[in-house]
T-cell receptor
């Protein structure tokens, strides 16, 4: 299910390390952001979301940081596990009627055992 | 499982064929979406349905025809496709409040190959 053929930036980490995946968005009017994980042969899976009135939100082993000044979003994964290997996408809800999400091109995370 | 089911998982069709992709959700969501994921581009929004009414069509060629008979089902009818239409077609649904989308739940996708 991943974007095979699309040149994706790749982050390679050792099992147990922390991972940080970054995303730059372009629409300063976007008010809601989501991180998705897509494993091979599967559809994107919701990980965590954040609204623009927040700058940090934590989930189980994951943290999303939002910097609206520089239009930057990051996903931090603590104690990365082999099962975290996947393509990660950020998505934003812009101001075109707020009806749908716009996705970034994704980052491939490879976890080395 | 996300609660969004797509069938078939894989489809190979000739350029003169007519086929349909099916999506079903039982999450009580009132908005459904078709996205295209191809090898050379990020996820592209194709169609948005809210309360069974199509509210957005992102300049998709007419050889793709969506149908939303009720809030739980969404179809994508395909006819006279081109090889460049080969891609992973993803269905998603979401609960919308005040016309604003929240998180979208995706199906597993249909891998379409046009020969």
């Amino acid at each position: 299910g991943e974007s095979v053929g699309l040149h994706l930036p790749t982050l390679s980490v050792q099992e147990g390390d922390n991972s940080i995946i970054n995303c730059a968005y372009s629409n300063s009017a976007s008010d809601y952001f989501i991180w998705y994980k897509q494993e091979s042969g599967k559809g994107p899976q919701f990980i965590i979301d954040i609204r623009s009135n927040m700058d940090k939100r934590q989930g189980q082993r994951v943290t999303v940081l939002l910097n609206k000044t520089v239009k930057h979003l990051s996903l931090q994964i603590a104690a990365t596990q082999p099962g975290d290997s996947a393509v990660y996408f950020c998505a934003e809800r812009g101001d075109t009627g707020r009806r749908a999400l716009t996705f970034g091109s994704g980052t491939r995370l490879q976890v080395q055992p | 499982e996300t609660g969004v089911t797509q069938t078939p998982r894989h489809l190979v069709m000739g350029m003169t064929n007519k086929k349909s992709l099916k999506c079903e959700q039982h999450l009580g969501h009132n908005a459904m979406y078709w996205y295209k994921q191809s090898a050379k581009k990020p996820l592209e929004l194709m169609f948005v349905y809210s309360l069974e009414e199509r509210v957005e069509n992102n300049s998709v060629p007419s050889r793709f025809s969506p149908e939303c008979p009720n809030s739980s089902h969404l179809f994508l009818h395909l006819h006279t496709l081109q090889p460049e239409d080969s891609a992973l077609y993803l269905c998603a649904s979401s609960r919308k409040g005040l016309q604003e989308i929240t998180e979208a739940f995706f199906g597993q996708g249909t891998r379409l190959t046009v020969v």
